[in-house]
């Protein structure tokens, strides 16, 4: 079997990122083989998911780890953003107490950024911590969520206001579970490769531009798809390595969240899904650092046309109401004595950290956002 491993490297621990197409199958006996030192069987793992993947790829993923010799229990937990709350956390700890998950034991988060994200804050306080596997299987959780140990759930006042870090031993990702993905989640997940290009890798995001479609996984070719995987998990694994706790450079990770957030949230989580708020939060941020002269106007378009090109809105909802989305970024994670603080573009390949915006700036944006042609979904 082909495999790409990307690593991590931390002061204290290293994982890896493993690639392999049809690896899914393989999760159990990697683990039962020693690759995963603190894993091995027989042990208790609590796989937790949704039901729209778990009926998938639920059964393979089982017969994998219990064939290597696991005791395995599963948790589902309904789908969508709306429940990534203390709620469903409630239920993964009451599935733990069920299936007397002892601190040698370990889940195994089989889903999206919302499975992950939640599972790995559930791992990260039963027992005050135990082991945690992430099998991602949407884009966005591949190249982003999965890898970092960023895990939380949201508050009804803001998103991922309670969380916690707690890195995964392992994340495995299959590329071909990415055929079942509903089409609206893979442009989702390409917002955050397009993140990468801007802020880290230039040659990534002009592998994006030249690629003739971006709209659609099965417009990708096996190798496009293949750079677009190890490249944006080796951003993510580079800047997650040198600041593992957003001490500072790790903050441009942010980059198109920071008013994508408040979108998020004011639209309910369920209007807007966190990749398409990530698109309108790096128009956003590439009109602010327009405005600012931080960047040339020759880049901030050619950061629309890729956006645009991958069928993400550029637009932002008309009826956000331009003084509660400024009210909301001051409750936002990233603000730092007061002031919020954005990620903005300096060039494409390379962002800045800035706490200099105006809210002037920020109000003529939001209108010029909404100004802006709406990109159609579907
Ligand atoms: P998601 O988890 O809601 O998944 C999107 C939808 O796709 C869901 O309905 C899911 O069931 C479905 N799905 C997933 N994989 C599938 C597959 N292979 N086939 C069919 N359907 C599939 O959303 P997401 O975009 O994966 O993740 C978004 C979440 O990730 C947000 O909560 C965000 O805050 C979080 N996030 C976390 C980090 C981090 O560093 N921890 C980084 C980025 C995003
Ligand atoms: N997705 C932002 C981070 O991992 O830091």
Redesign the pocket.
Known sequence: MNKTVVSISLPQLAYDVIIAAGGLSFLGQWLSAGEVPPLTAPRKLLVVS?P??FQ??GPTLIESLTQAGFEVSTCLLP???QY?TLESVQTIYDAALQHRLERRSAMVAL???????MTGFAAATWLRGIPFVQVP??L??MV??SI?G??GVNHPQG??LIGAFHQPKLVLIDPQ??E???VR?FR??MA?VIKYGIIWDQELFAALESAPQLDRYEALSESLLHKILTRSCQAKADVVSQDEKEAGLRAILNYGHTIGHAIESLTGYSRI???EAVAMGMAAAGWIAEKMDLWKADHHHRQLALIQKTNLPTAIPGDLDDEVVLRLLQTDKKVKSGRVRFILPAAIGRATITDQVSSEIIRQVLQQLKASPAQVQG
């Open positions: 949704n729209t993947v998938i790829y789908d969508g953003e990534k889903g999206g950024g919302v499975i992950g994200d299987t949407s966005l959780a982003d969520a970092g960023k895990t998103k991922n579970v990415l079942t993905l509903p989640e989702a997940g955050e899904n966190h990749g």
